[in-house]
C-alpha cells in the first residue's frame, strides 16, 4: 500500500533548500528496552590478514589507491536471520553481527528496497554510533545501497516497519566492508605526522574550494580503497554533483560498484590541532561519466575520473564547486587539499613553479610536478588515500589531480614531490570520445572556456528559467502510476533530467540525447507523492509538477 502525506509547503519548502539524505532519528528499539546483548550473533569470518599486508606493501610502491578494507560476503536475506518483534504500533527486525578484530565494519546490500514507513538504523554494539533512518527516499533504481564506516567489530541492523505497511522491504546482507586499518579513532594508522591540518592558518585563503574537496570510500570488486575528490563546476553553472579524483583509484571498480561509493563531505577538523571530525556529511552512489583507463608509465594519459553523484548535494552541506583552469601555463604556487590514508582534510603548500618535466614516472606532457615547501605549522605533503586530489594555483583555480610521487613525512626535502594529472591534458587529450575527456561535461554550453570560477550553493546566476507559459517540458500521464513519460518540445543538445521529493533529494536522474523528443521512465520505485521534474540543458532550466499515486 502507498501512502500519500507530503504538503504543498513542504514543496515550497524543498526548492528553498535540500535536507539530509537520511532522517536523523533514535532507533525504536531504544525506547522499547531491548538490549544488544540478549540478540544473537552471526559470527563471520575473519580475512587472511598475513596476506593482506603481503599485498598492501606491494601496491604501495606502484602508486596504487590505498586499500583499508576487503569484503566478507555474506549473501543472506535479513528477514530470514533476524529476530522479529512486534510491537503496539508495528514490528522491529535485528540482526547483530560481528566480525572478529574488525576497526570497522560497513554494511553493502545488492537487493535494497524500503517502503513509505519502514525505517533502517545501524549501530555499534555500545550505541556509540547510530545512523539513521534511512528510508525510501534511499531507494535508487539499481536496488544498492551502502553505508558508512560503524567503528568497532560487532553491528546491529534493525529495521522497523509500522503496522498500516503490509508492504515488506527488501534487504539483502550481500556482503561487509572489513576495515583493518585507517580509522581515525586509531592513532596508529593516522597520517603522517607532518601533515597539516585544513582549519590551520595555511588554509585561511582557501576556505572556499576547502569544502570542495571530499574523501571517497571506493568499492573495487572484492577491495574497499581511500581516494579523495573535488566537487567541479561546470559552465551550465546548474550545481551538477560533478566529482573528479583519478582513474587508478577505479581501476577495480565495475559498473555496478559505482552506485556503492561513499562520499565523505566535511570530514575534517574544525581545529588546527583536532584529529577526529564531528560535521561529516555522506552521499551514496555515482555514475561514471569519463576517465583515462591506460595512465601509467609512458602511456601519455592523465590519470583522471569524472562521476556524476547519484543524488544532489544538500544545502546544508556547504558544498562549493570548484572552479578551474585549462590553461598550459604553469602554476606559480597554490595548494593540494585532500585526506592522506583517509584522515581528516588536510593541506599541502607549494611555492615554486609547477614544473612539465619529462623522464619522471608520468610523460612530461600529461603531468605537473609539484615541491612542497615547508609552512607555518609543517612540511605538508601527500600520502596513499590522497590520490585524485586536486591541486588549486595561486587563483584558487583547480589544475591538476593527484597520481602519486615520492612525498612523505620522513624523506629529504628534494624528494618531497608529487606528480598531477594537467586538467588541460584532461580536458580533450586522452581521446575523441566523450567518455575519455572532460569538455562535453564540464563545458556543455561549448562556451570555449579556458577557466572558470567557482561557485557556492546559493549564487543566482545558475540557470535561466523558462517562463511557465511557455515550458517545453511535458508529462504525461500525470498523474502517474508506473511509468511517466517526458516530452521535450525542443530538444537539440543533451538535457538532464531531475526527479525531486519534497524534502529536495534527487529520487531519479536520467539524460535524454540530443534530439530525443521522448522517454519514457519507469517509477514503480518511487513513493507516492507530489514531485517536481527539472530538465536542465544549456544552462536553462524547466520545472513542472508531477504527482505519483
Known sequence: MKKTSLFITLILLSFMGFSQLRIDKTPRSFAKGQRVEQLQIMNLPKPDMQQIEQEDEENASLFKPRRFGVNIPVGVDFFSQAKKVTTDDGTIWFLRLEAEDAEAIAFYSSDFYLPEGGELYLYNSDKSQVIGAFTSLNNHESRTFAAELLMGDNIVIEYYQPSWQS??????????????????????????SCNVNVNCPEGNNWRDVQRSVCRISIKGGSYYYWCSGTLVNNTSQDKSPYVLTAAHCVEESSSSDYNQFMFYFNYESSSCTGSTSSTTRTLTGASLKAYDNTYGSGSGKSDFCLVLLNNAIPQNYNAYWSGWSRSTSAAQSGVGIHHPSGDIKKISTFTTPAQSVSGSYYSGTTHWKITWAQTQTNYGITEGGSSGSAIFNENGLLVGTLSGGTSACNVSNSQKVDWYGKMSYHWTSNGTADNSRLAPWLDPTNS??????????????????????????????????????????????????????AQGNTVYTTQIQPNENHKTLNIQHIPAGLYMVEAISEGKLCVKKLIIK
Open 167 to 192: 508492504e515488506l522491504a527488501s534487504l539483502e546482507v550481500t556482503e561487509i566492508c572489513y576495515a583493518y586499518r585507517d580509522m581515525d579513532e586509531l592513532p596508529k594508522d593516522a597520517s603522517g
Open 448 to 501: 570555449g572556456v579556458t577557466e572558470l570560477a567557482g561557485r557556492n550553493y546559493t549564487e543566482t546566476n545558475a540557470l535561466t528559467s523558462i517562463d511557465e507559459t511557455n515550458n517545453p517540458l511535458v508529462l504525461y500521464p500525470n498523474p502517474a502510476e508506473k511509468e511517466v513519460t517526458i516530452s521535450l518540445m525542443e530538444n537539440g543538445k543533451e538535457t538532464l533530467i531531475n526527479i525531486i521529493n
